[in-house]
T-cell receptor, first 115, second 113 residues
């Protein structure tokens, strides 16, 4: 079985400060990992993914994430937050051993960036 | 490409009525997924298709829910009869066999009164 945990319901950060949104996962094989962002009344937009290779992956809008196999984590980061980054962020995992090709999502973390 | 297109964007219906949600995946995508989003349960996978064939429907909550994909460019999710607890946002997503990430539609917000 595959699962994802996002331990923080909400993260508050001041504009210009670095931000981190946490994600840990559980899979039986190796993971494919993803971050999505959801703005109000919108669908989920793909931000970035880790498939293999370099543990630090870069994505859209200046976001990056670091894959840490020993800690089974895939935290989302950005060096300098913008007010426009305020949204709901979802981490997702797919087990490479999962022939079902299904994505399992975490519960989401609301990011609030204050001016 | 216009992305994944869902219709309607909003649906309000009375309990007991039939509801049909529609999805047009991105052209060329082999996989289609239906998700439901609620405050209590988050994002749940209901069913997914590969090459128009349902592969896993274990997430479909009850027999009142059914999904079809008659061709590569169209899928429906039907609820009959609808109940207030079905109120949620329903998302459709698609992915090609060569890609890893799925792309989501804007969702249909369903309210059953």
């Amino acid at each position: 079985a595959q699962s994802v945990a996002q331990p923080e319901d909400q993260v508050n950060v001041a504009e210009g400060n670095p931000l981190t949104v946490k994600c840990t996962y559980s899979v039986s094989g190796n993971p494919y990992l993803f971050w999505y962002v959801q703005y109000p009344n919108r669908g989920l937009q793909f931000l970035l993914k880790y498939i293999t290779g370099d543990n630090l992956v870069k994505g859209s809008y200046g976001f990056e994430a670091e894959f840490n196999k020993s800690q089974t984590s895939f935290h989302l980061k950005k060096p300098s937050a913008l007010v426009s980054d305020s949204a709901l962020y979802f981490c997702a995992v797919r087990d490479t051993d999962n022939a079902g090709n299904m994505l399992t999502f975490g519960g989401g973390t609301r990011l609030m960036v204050k001016p | 490409d216009a992305g994944v297109i869902q219709s309607p964007r909003h649906e309000v219906t009375e309990m007991g009525q039939e509801v049909t949600l529609r999805c047009k995946p991105i052209s060329g995508h082999d996989y289609l997924f239906w998700y439901r989003q609620t405050m209590m349960r988050g994002l749940e996978l209901l069913i997914y298709f590969n090459n128009n064939v349902p592969i896993d429907d274990s997430g479909m909550p009850e027999d009142r829910f059914s999904a079809k994909m008659p061709n590569a460019s169209f899928s429906t999710l039907k609820i009959q009869p609808s109940e207030p607890r079905d109120s949620a946002v329903y998302f459709c997503a698609s992915r090609s066999g060569q890609d890893y990430e799925a792309f989501f539609g804007q969702g249909t917000r369903l309210t059953v009164v």
